[in-house]
Every structure is written in structure tokens, then in C-alpha cells.
């Protein structure tokens, strides 16, 4: 079956470290996101890409950092810079821009310890 | 002007009754509406897709009014298992800016309570 996995699902985080978090999709898709969700609040786009080796950043980027070396696959880096990274992380994937839906992975609950 | 409005909630309803949810969307160049459901700490999921003619699925039926910028979902006879959050989403045809082309609304919370 298709889909979009995300992993791991649950991450802890010391101070200082960079840790990075997968997202690989097999169902043939263009566009890659990612979007952080903090405790009752909404989603908030983190880093976005429309094609192999082209991204770009989202509303909140800053401490973050992502790659595109292929379709199926956007990890996304957080970066000791974050200074709060406690969050639910989700990843998305869309066939194209304008007129299917986006597909979500499972999310990486990610803790600062 | 935010570009996707819901009103947060929480709207607490009783088993069986009808709730309407509505959204406001602010980018006339919106190509495609999606309603999701999100339960708690989980990731969303696509409930529905929104037209312009209108479309149900059983208890769900959404509309879209392009005129007006707004888009709507109303549940009927409400379950239990309804309980979660209800997110707007809007697909924009061309990329552009820091939020990409999938804009999300914060969500509806729905409680349906026995």
C-alpha cells in the first residue's frame, strides 16, 4: 500500500543536539512538507518542496533545516538553534499544487530533555 | 486578514444533534477545499473534499461558496465518536510565500457528549 511514514515516532532531544526526523512517501508525489503543532494549536509550516533539490522555507524555519536528494524522502533536521523544539511533528505530501489533498504521516512527538 | 478562519470552538453538543461548522478563506486564487478530522495527538486525516455543487457522505455534507469565500460542513445525528477537531483546508494553484500552497485553519473542536 502507498503511503507517507514518518519516523520515529516518538524522539527526545538533549539540549544542544541536533537530532533529524524521516519522512519518506512512496506514493509518487512532487511536493513535501513539514509543519510543527504545538498543544491546541494549529498547523505551522516549518520548510516546504515542490521537486527534488529545490525546498523552501515556511513560516517558521528559523533553527530548522531540510533536504531533497530524492522524491520520496524530506528529513527534516532540528538544529540546536531551535531554542523550542518541544512538538508534535507532521509531514505531508501532495500530488500537485491546486487540486488533490495532502496525505499526512503518523507524526514524531519530539521532546527537549 | 488571516488567510483561513475558523472559529476555534469548542463547540459541545449533545449525541444527535446537528453542528455546523463554517470557514472563510481569503486568496481568491483557492483551487481545491478539503475539510480534515484531527483527533488528539494524532495526525490529520482527510474527511471530505469540498465542491462547488455541494457534497455528502452519509451524516457529512459540505458546500462551497466561491462567491462569498466561505466554505461550510455540517454534521448531522452527531456521535460520540465524532469528538475531535475539524481543519479547513485550502489548495492554492500556485505556490508562493512562506506558506506554500496548502493553507490550513486552526480547527474546530467538536465534543459530543451522551
Known amino acids: 500500500d502507498g503511503g507517507i511514514t514518518q519516523s520515529p515516532k516518538y524522539l527526545f532531544r538533549k539540549e544542544g543536539q541536533n537530532v533529524t526526523l524521516s519522512c519518506e512517501q512512496n506514493?509518487?508525489?512532487?511536493?513535501m512538507y513539514w509543519y510543527r503543532q504545538d498543544p491546541g494549536q494549529g498547523l505551522r509550516l516549518i520548510y516546504y518542496s515542490q521537486i527534488v533539490n529545490d525546498f523552501q522555507k515556511g513560516d517558521i524555519a528559523e533553527g530548522y533545516s531540510v533536504s531533497r536528494e530524492k522524491k520520496e524522502s524530506f528529513p527534516l533536521t532540528v538544529t540546536s538553534a531551535q531554542k523550542n523544539p518541544t512538538a508534535f511533528y507532521l509531514c505531508a505530501s501532495l500530488l500537485a499544487p491546486g487540486d488533490t489533498e495532502a496525505f499526512f504521516g503518523q507524526g514524531t512527538r519530539l521532546t527537549v530533555v | 486578514r488571516k488567510e483561513v478562519e475558523q472559529d476555534p470552538g469548542p463547540f459541545n453538543v449533545p449525541e444527535g444533534a446537528t453542528v455546523a461548522f463554517n470557514c472563510t478563506y481569503s486568496?481568491?486564487?483557492?483551487?481545491?477545499f478539503f475539510w480534515y478530522r484531527q483527533d488528539c495527538r494524532k495526525e490529520p486525516k482527510l474527511l471530505m473534499s469540498?465542491?462547488?455543487s455541494g457534497n455528502e457522505d452519509g451524516r457529512f455534507t459540505a458546500q462551497l461558496n466561491r462567491a462569498s469565500q466561505y466554505i461550510s460542513l455540517l454534521i448531522r445525528d452527531s456521535k460520540l465518536s465524532d469528538s475531535a477537531t475539524y481543519l479547513c483546508v485550502v489548495n492554492l494553484m500556485n505556490y508562493g510565500g512562506s506558506q506554500g500552497n496548502l493553507i490550513f485553519g486552526k480547527g474546530t473542536k467538536l465534543s459530543v457528549k451522551p
Open positions: 486568496n481568491s486564487a483557492s483551487q481545491s
Open positions: 506514493l509518487n508525489h512532487d511536493a
Open positions: 469540498v465542491y462547488s
